[in-house]
């Protein structure tokens, strides 16, 4: 039924000058390329005794390109790529599969282990870093200017701290997004994804586990970004001023999630808007149009299939597998 109402919506926009936009973001699980940078994971040393070797990453290539190829994102936002030439090789990969994204960045000015990047098959106006902290512990935020019909688009692209650390790690990036988002101003279209490493109600969730509660109760994503207390679909909300609204609350709960965790049903990757994106004009969200991409293909053992690596005394890839994470996509319309 969902499908049937996305089609017609597609229709109605093509007749009446509309254009559709696919926005996805997808944490593609240790896209490391093959040169020995020094900062790479033990089992991701090229050509070591762990066998990450032009062998497994062709393989690994080939199958985050056929998922990324099936989405057929028009901008597709990627958490836990190496650096540039791990962009790049994806990049071509893409485009010997017949996708081609023009216009690509990433985050590759602080020199974490992994960063965020986009591809898009749109131009956009600019790409810069947002710097959360000097340290290695927080990854560069992206942030990417676009001009669509004429019309300004905003997204960050991001990838908090994990919940190897406490809530107050996360809180870190959460302001410095904040902080840039006052700055451009909630009357702009702004969107912000990735990899947030927190629930879509992380305040509650995170009451069960004391070592993630350092900060009184107070969360990122919800009390620093706004997104607390929303729970209604994007056609009925107002979000509160200066505040985003986050998307998962747009389709029914057993759709929101991104990952599985002993057998139970995760959100860790979220896609926010400003409020201006809820309104049917200029760039507007396409309602019920959030979704985990779901392929029978991504699956093993009713969990993301993820990349296999064997957990002996020295770990091996097995070259099998695709991520840890299900990517998530939402369609908005540019009028005309």
């Given at each position: 039924?969902?499908?049937?109402?996305?089609?017609?919506?597609?229709?109605?926009?093509?007749?009446?000058?509309?254009?559709?936009?696919?926005?996805?973001?997808?944490?593609?699980?240790?896209?490391?390329?093959?040169?020995?940078?020094?900062?790479?994971?033990?089992?991701?040393?090229?050509?070591?005794?762990?066998?990450?070797?032009?062998?497994?990453?062709?393989?690994?290539?080939?199958?985050?390109?056929q998922v990324i190829k099936d989405i057929n994102a028009d901008i597709i936002a990627l958490q836990e790529v190496e650096s540039l030439q791990a962009l790049l090789d994806l990049r071509f990969a893409l485009k010997q599969s017949g996708l081609y994204y023009e216009h690509y960045a990433i985050a590759d000015k602080k020199n974490t282990t992994v960063k965020v990047a986009i591809l898009s098959k749109l131009p956009f106006v600019y790409a810069q870093e947002l710097a959360v902290t000097r340290t290695l512990e927080h990854r560069n935020i992206l942030e990417i200017k676009f001009r669509i019909e004429g019309k300004e688009l905003y997204i960050f692209i991001n990838h908090w701290k994990s919940k190897s650390g406490a809530e107050s790690e996360r809180i870190i990036s959460a302001k410095a997004l904040i902080k840039r988002a006052k700055e451009i101003g909630f009357d702009k279209n702004m969107i912000v994804l990735g990899d947030f490493n927190s629930d879509y109600e992380e305040f509650e969730k995170f009451k069960r586990k004391r070592n993630l509660n350092d900060t009184d109760?107070?969360?990122?994503?919800n009390h620093i970004l706004g997104t607390i207390h929303q729970r209604f679909e994007a056609k009925e909300t107002t979000a509160a001023k200066e505040s985003f609204y986050n998307l998962w609350y747009d389709t029914e709960e057993e759709n929101r999630y991104t990952y599985i965790f002993k057998g139970k049903k995760e959100v860790l990757d979220n896609i926010l808007v400003s409020p201006t994106l809820l309104k049917e004009s200029g760039i507007s969200y396409t309602h019920k149009s959030i979704t985990p991409f779901e392929?029978?293909?991504?699956?093993?053992?009713?969990?993301?299939?993820?990349?296999?690596?064997?957990?002996?005394?020295?770990?091996?890839?097995?070259?099998?597998?695709?991520?840890?994470?299900l990517a998530v996509i939402a369609q908005f319309r540019v009028a005309k």
């Amino acid at each position: 039924m969902i499908k049937f109402l996305l089609l017609t919506l597609l229709f109605l926009a093509q007749l009446f000058g509309e254009t559709t936009l696919k926005i996805a973001t997808y944490n593609v699980e240790n896209l490391f390329d093959l040169e020995k940078s020094g900062n790479e994971y033990d089992e991701y040393v090229p050509n070591g005794t762990s066998e990450w070797n032009q062998q497994t990453y062709k393989i690994k290539l080939k199958n985050i390109t056929q998922v990324i190829k099936d989405i057929n994102a028009d901008i597709i936002a990627l958490q836990e790529v190496e650096s540039l030439q791990a962009l790049l090789d994806l990049r071509f990969a893409l485009k010997q599969s017949g996708l081609y994204y023009e216009h690509y960045a990433i985050a590759d000015k602080k020199n974490t282990t992994v960063k965020v990047a986009i591809l898009s098959k749109l131009p956009f106006v600019y790409a810069q870093e947002l710097a959360v902290t000097r340290t290695l512990e927080h990854r560069n935020i992206l942030e990417i200017k676009f001009r669509i019909e004429g019309k300004e688009l905003y997204i960050f692209i991001n990838h908090w701290k994990s919940k190897s650390g406490a809530e107050s790690e996360r809180i870190i990036s959460a302001k410095a997004l904040i902080k840039r988002a006052k700055e451009i101003g909630f009357d702009k279209n702004m969107i912000v994804l990735g990899d947030f490493n927190s629930d879509y109600e992380e305040f509650e969730k995170f009451k069960r586990k004391r070592n993630l509660n350092d900060t009184d109760g107070i969360t990122g994503i919800n009390h620093i970004l706004g997104t607390i207390h929303q729970r209604f679909e994007a056609k009925e909300t107002t979000a509160a001023k200066e505040s985003f609204y986050n998307l998962w609350y747009d389709t029914e709960e057993e759709n929101r999630y991104t990952y599985i965790f002993k057998g139970k049903k995760e959100v860790l990757d979220n896609i926010l808007v400003s409020p201006t994106l809820l309104k049917e004009s200029g760039i507007s969200y396409t309602h019920k149009s959030i979704t985990p991409f779901e392929k029978e293909y991504l699956f093993k053992k009713d969990k993301p299939y993820r990349w296999e690596i064997s957990q002996g005394k020295v770990k091996k890839h097995k070259g099998n597998g695709y991520s840890d994470h299900l990517a998530v996509i939402a369609q908005f319309r540019v009028a005309k």
